[in-house]
């Protein structure tokens, strides 16, 4: 990949606020039939001019213009080596021979690959590719845009809990929507552009996904915001001062070293006032097991009510390291987030203000590392370090974690809790149990050998979403590109002791929660169906997840 520096190749930048106004661009949305944008003037999106009748697999959308007649890219594509989009071209004709493919691959990924990304898909009309906006706060099925084919289209559906609460007068309750959405930074979609060669080319321009993500935000309309892979330069050039000019304060946390991309957490300023913002980064110069670049972010907000005391509430985000080998670094990045949330996020002794917890955790349910922020706990002892974000199939041969899975320096403890500096001081969160282990450390009892391979933290976290349809057992999706589909993205909460989801067999007090409702996810096959993602409309490689919460006062 160039660097950024370098991006403005022959007077051409690859980012809309510099960027010559392209000469087949116009400035609405073709699936857009409401009233103008606001931003459709500052974002242009390209026209139908792209179309390509001449391959069948690729839909073409009814309203689009006929074609002139002539060259149709007056301005891009780039050559390949500009942009290392080089498969794209390869796109623009066809397939890229399947021998070429399989070298990217890892073992018994072939004939997934195969499968997902390969098989010609009938490809949809443009309605069908339309993920419903949702205006204002989501409390109603949005309708869905006739079907013109027999087939259902993929659809989201706001799915509504607030029948399983009593109704509560405003001055008692304070409701809430919480989002959480990687929106791909443009430097990751080029630097791993080889999972992105199912998708048709123009759709993968930042100039071309910018105005789809800002209308996403902007008709989800949510009141807290947790954005991953958050480029720093669309971050602050484009992303904060639409989002400032939509109400939200936005703050930023950029990944370590030299990575271009972070975490953001935005909030309507009118709801909530900023009390604190803690950055985290997981790096650590003299810990060999923390040399890489991911980083969290930990607000308190205050809510704005009537009523002066209002609980603050602790909204985190993350967006953990992606190796799938790396789980021993995966939760010690997670036991640092969750030592800063006990930090901040602390009442007094066992007791937290209510937490939400957002992110991508490249950890998929029902892995090690999806339990232990479930159900508070982990026995590590014996498990290979492949298995805890369980990305990977095959694990043999691996090393096993050690314990501790991260060396004493790092001052937390397997509460991941940042330990005193003083001896058998107690920590916050500690309950009288740990310190009866701590004071028999030492005596090598089986009980002791599992505690010491154990991990807990102190929150009573529920997951918003159950991960499969109950209706036919698929599992849902947050993310899908040509080598996976699966979950990775959460919004986790403490659940209040009177919420219907709460995790069983929590038994922490907790001021907690509420869920309300939820936006549905889809399937792999739903998303198959519109050409997987990005794509016309979702131009992420993630479904943005969107939950709303109560907090009783
Ligand atoms: O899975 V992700 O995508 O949550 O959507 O998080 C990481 C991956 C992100 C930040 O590191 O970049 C993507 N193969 C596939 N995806 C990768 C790779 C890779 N080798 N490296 C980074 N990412």
Redesign the pocket.
């Known amino acids: 990949m160039l660097p950024r520096h370098l991006r403005t190749v022959g007077g051409r930048c690859f980012t809309p606020s510099c960027n010559p106004r392209p000469l087949c661009m116009s400035g609405n949305f073709p699936w857009w039939s409401g009233p103008p944008r606001p931003w459709s003037s500052f974002f242009p999106a390209p026209t139908w001019h792209l179309q390509d009748n001449s391959r069948p697999h690729h839909y073409a959308a009814p309203h689009r213009p006929p074609l002139p007649g002539g060259p149709i890219f007056p301005w891009f594509p780039p050559p390949a080596s500009w942009l290392h989009l080089s498969h794209f071209n390869m796109d623009a004709k066809g397939e890229e021979p399947f021998r070429k493919r399989k070298k990217e691959m890892g073992e018994g990924e072939e004939q997934q690959y195969k499968r997902k990304s390969w098989t010609k898909r009938p490809y949809p009309p443009a309605s069908d590719l339309r993920v419903p906006p949702i205006h204002g706060t989501p409390e109603v099925v949005v309708p869905a845009s006739p079907p013109t084919e027999s087939r259902a289209p993929a659809q989201r559906r706001w799915e509504d809990f607030s029948r399983h609460y009593p109704e509560r007068s405003s001055k008692d309750k304070f409701d809430f929507t919480v989002m959480s959405y ?1 929106i ?1 930074s443009q430097d ?1 979609l080029e ?2 552009s080889g ?1 992105y060669s199912h998708c048709r080319r123009p759709y993968l321009f930042w100039n071309y996904r910018l105005p789809n993500i800002l209308r996403e935000l902007q008709d989800m309309n949510a009141d807290i915001l947790c954005l ?2 958050v480029q720093e330069d669309h971050y602050e050039e484009q992303i904060k001062p639409r989002l400032e000019a939509l109400g939200y304060a936005c703050e930023y946390k950029s990944r370590t070293g030299t990575k271009p991309d972070g975490c953001a957490i935005c909030f309507k300023s009118d709801k909530f006032k900023l009390k604190l913002v803690k950055p985290v980064e997981y790096f650590r110069r003299n810990i060999a097991l923390l040399d890489r670049d991911n980083i969290g972010l930990v607000l308190m907000l205050q809510p704005e009510t009537k009523q002066k005391d209002a609980p603050m509430i602790c909204v985190a985000n993350t ?1 953990l ?2 190796n799938p080998r790396r789980g021993d670094i995966k939760l010690t990045q997670l036991a640092i987030l969750l030592a800063e949330i006990t930090r901040v996020a602390q009442v007094q002794d066992s007791r937290f203000y209510p937490i939400v917890l957002c992110g ?1 955790f ?1 950890s998929v349910p029902g892995s090690p590392l999806h339990r232990f922020i479930k159900e508070g706990t982990l026995h590590y002892e014996g498990m290979t370090i492949g298995k805890v974000s369980g990305q990977e199939k095959y694990t043999r041969g691996q090393r096993i974690l050690s314990i501790p899975i991260w060396p004493q320096t790092l001052g937390i403890n397997q509460q991941c809790v940042y330990e005193a500096p003083a001896k058998n001081q107690k920590q916050p969160g500690q309950s009288s149990a740990e310190e009866t282990v701590m004071k028999t450390d030492g005596q090598d009892t089986e009980s002791d050998k599992r505690v010491a391979s154990s991990l807990r933290h102190h929150f009573s976290l529920s997951s918003v979403y159950s991960h499969y349809f109950p209706d036919s057992g698929m599992p849902e999706v947050t ?1 899908c590109h040509s ?1 996976c589909a699966v979950t ?1 993205d959460y919004i986790f909460y403490s659940a209040s002791d009177s919420n219907v989801f709460r995790q069983p067999g929590s038994d922490a007090p907790c001021d907690g929660l509420q869920l309300l409702g939820r936006l549905s996810l889809l399937t792999e096959q739903d998303l198959w169906s519109v050409n997987g993602l990005p794509n016309e409309i979702n131009s992420s ?2 479904l943005s997840l969107l939950a709303k919460f109560r907090l009783n006062l």
């Open positions: 990687n791909l990751l630097d791993n999972l991953q892979e967006h390291l992606y991508d490249n993310t080598r990775v490689d993630h």
